[in-house]
C-alpha cells in the first residue's frame, strides 16, 4: 500500500577477527533507489528513513547491489560474517496522531507547529530506544561468542598443562630411575 510508514533499523557486524574492509548495509526504495546505505567497513549503524512502498535491506559483501548484472565485476574476497541486524517498518506517531485528530486537525490548537515537533521528537526518542534494545541484543550475542572463545582457549590451556605435567612426572621418574641403575652398578662393582 501506499501510505508514509518509518522504515528503521540497525546493524552489527558480530566478528572481531575478520576484516571490515567490504561490508555495507544499503536500504533501496520501490524504484531500486538507494535511499540509505552505510559507509564500507562499519561494523555498525541505524537508519531511520519514511517511505512507502516496498524496500529492500541488503548487506552486501564485496558485491554491490548495482553490480548485481556487471558480469565484469570482479567480487571482493567472499568470506561468511555474522551480521546481526533489525528491521521495523511502522506508522510513525505524527502519522498515527493526524489519523487520530483528522488529516486538519482542528485548525488553530498547533500553534507555530509545536505539536507536530513533539511528534516529531516522540519519533526520534522511540526510534533511539529501539536502536539501543537493539545494541544490547547485539552486545549479549558478541558476548555469547566470546564465552564460547574463552572456553575454549581455557579448555586448551588446561589441557596443555595436564600434558605438560604428566611429561615433567615421566622425565623425573625417568631420571630417578637413572640415577638409581648408575648407582646401583657402582656400588655392585666395588665389590
Known sequence: NDQIHLVSGSFDCLDTKITLDPIRVALYNSEEKKIWSSDYGDAEGSFSVKGAGKHWLCLENGLTFEQRDDVKTHPRQRV?????????????????????????????????????????????????????????SFMKAREIVHRELHEETFTKVVRWNVLEICTVVVVTFGQVLNVWWILSKRRNSYY
Do not use: P, Y
Open 80 to 136: 561468511t560474517r555474522t551480521i546481526g541486524f533489525s528491521l521495523r517498518v511502522k506508522k510513525s506517531v505524527s502519522a498515527a496522531a493526524a489519523e487520530i485528530l483528522g488529516e486538519g486537525g482542528d485548525g488553530g490548537s498547533d500553534v507555530d507547529g509545536t505539536t507536530q515537533r513533539l511528534l516529531d521528537l516522540a519519533d526520534d526518542l522511540n526510534e533511539n530506544f529501539e536502536v539501543l534494545a537493539d545494541h544490547m
